[in-house]
């Protein structure tokens, strides 16, 4: 794992919309971050740390 990967997952705790943004961009892993945060802050880590991990 690479200073960058730790570095977003933290971010991605933090507020999960930022750390798939630094990745992604504006993609759809982006918006379906940024709406599941809306839904839920919950969601939005979880979804984050898979799209980020996997």
């Not at 971010?11 to 839920?40: D, K, M, S, Y």
């Amino acid at each position: 794992m690479g200073s960058a990967t730790f570095i977003e997952i933290v971010l991605a705790i933090i507020l999960p919309p930022l750390g798939v943004f630094l990745r992604f961009e504006c993609q759809t892993e982006f918006w379906i971050c940024l709406l599941l945060t809306f839904l839920g802050w919950l969601p939005g880590i979880l979804y984050a740390l898979y799209v980020l991990t996997k």
